[in-house]
């Protein structure tokens, strides 16, 4: 008998990780913690780390399947295709992994485990929409650059502080437009 639930363990894990990531995609897991002040006077705002792992766990698993799909799929050449185009997804779903937003001196900087990171300088902002429904604030560069700070990222209200410090004299007098209490 306890074998049977056992044999069940991994599907309900599975399962458990894929409602914390959709939570926390959501922002509804970790979305009230406090942006991390950094050394040398940058502020560092961090994706949820539940999230981030969720999601790595189920990019995994699926990784699995596809592999598992495969090898069967010799045989049968639609088993074949599919194993590859979930193990091409799981591979794009890894280079999607929210990256971390740090502020510096010098302007923002987005920091990615597996791609090129971004930067915009303070002097180089053309554009700041900040969605006040969806949650996101997405700052955009002269040269078309976006840096996002989605729901799963740390401390809106202060990204949206810093910016103002950093901007303020480009920006509009009543910016955010919004309450940024805490």
Do not use: Q
């Not at 700070?149 to 901007?167: F, G, I, T």
Request: hydrophobic share 45%; charged share 20%.
């Amino acid at each position: 008998m306890i074998w049977k639930t056992l044999h069940w363990a991994p599907h309900l894990v599975f399962w458990v990780a894929l409602a914390v990531l959709a939570l926390s995609l959501s922002g509804r897991v970790n979305n009230r913690r406090l942006a991390k002040v950094l050394d040398g006077g940058g502020v560092e705002f961090a994706p949820s780390w539940i999230g981030v792992w969720a999601w790595i766990f189920v990019a995994l698993r699926l990784a699995l399947d596809a592999e598992k799909d495969l090898r069967k799929g010799m045989a049968h050449p639609w088993g074949f295709a599919a194993g590859a185009l979930l193990e091409v997804a799981v591979l794009g779903s890894l280079f999607a992994l929210p990256g971390t937003i740090v502020v510096t001196r010098h302007g923002l900087e987005k920091v990615y485990w597996l791609r090129r990171n971004t930067c915009i300088r303070w002097n180089e902002i053309v554009e700041i929409n900040t969605g006040e429904k969806s949650g996101t604030v997405t700052i955009v560069g002269g040269d078309g650059t976006r840096i996002i700070h989605s729901r799963e990222m740390a401390d809106r209200p202060r990204l949206l502080l810093e910016l103002k410090r950093h901007c303020g004299e480009n920006l509009p007098s009543d910016f955010p437009r919004e309450h940024l209490g805490r």
